[in-house]
T-cell receptor
């Protein structure tokens, strides 16, 4: 059972445009929603994260929008740059000590930003 | 700090062989996890640990064993390698139960 569904699978955006990646989750017990960025041959790196008590979080050009009632969250990359070309993963986890370290990932989105 | 380190970077095994993927972190993180990454499937949790001496299964634990004798180390053992275990394996650690995880550089494993 895929608990976190991510779309689109791939995305091509022109330099300066807005990249939008969407995720939907099923388990209402999830309380932490991070986004990871992965370059080829590297491990995923934490980009930005949100908790369900806020609807939006912004860090530089990266914004997470969170809709608790719809069980959806999205990543917006403003002014997309060729250096943003990477694979992006959304994820979700539950709080609590015995749940620590259990991230459930979406399938990933391969973003290509054209100059 | 070296962060999360993994060895080896690449490994080729024959079906039926066993091996251990090493993972170490120097950040004194309590939580550690192993994931495998396959095309189109994202990262899937194999095993995780919430502290030394405590481990539990993730989504895809079959064919893998783990132990956590120290806070720093979390090795992943393949008992009898199968071609279906061809994948990229990532180790991760975090300080809190619901905080961001730091990933290692990965081990690319091919089973022939």
């Amino acid at each position: 059972q895929q608990q976190v569904k991510q779309s689109p699978q791939s995305l091509i955006v022109q330099k300066g445009g807005i990249s939008i990646i969407n995720c939907a989750y099923e388990n209402t017990a999830f309380d932490y929603f991070p986004w990871y960025q992965q370059f080829p041959g590297k491990g995923p790196a934490l980009l930005i994260a949100i908790r369900p008590d806020v609807s939006e979080k912004k860090e530089g050009r990266f914004t997470i929008s969170f809709n608790k009632s719809a069980k959806q969250f999205s990543l917006h990359i403003m002014d997309s740059q060729p250096g943003d070309s990477a694979t992006y993963f959304c994820a979700a986890s539950r709080g609590g000590r015995n749940q620590g370290g259990k991230l459930i990932f979406g399938q990933g989105t391969e973003l290509s930003v054209k100059p | 700090n070296a962060g999360v380190t993994q060895t080896p970077k690449f490994q080729v095994l024959k079906t039926g062989q066993s091996m251990t993927l090493q993972c170490a972190q120097d950040m004194n993180h309590e939580y550690m996890s192993w994931y495998r990454q396959d095309p189109g499937m994202g990262l899937r949790l194999i095993h995780y640990s919430v502290g030394a001496g405590i481990t539990d299964q993730g989504e895809v634990p079959n064919g893998y064993n783990v132990s956590r004798s120290t806070t720093e180390d979390f090795p992943l053992r393949l008992l009898s390698a199968a071609p279906s275990q061809t994948s990229v394996y990532f180790c991760a650690s975090s300080y809190s139960s619901s905080g961001g995880q730091f990933f290692g550089p990965g081990t690319r494993l091919t089973v022939l």
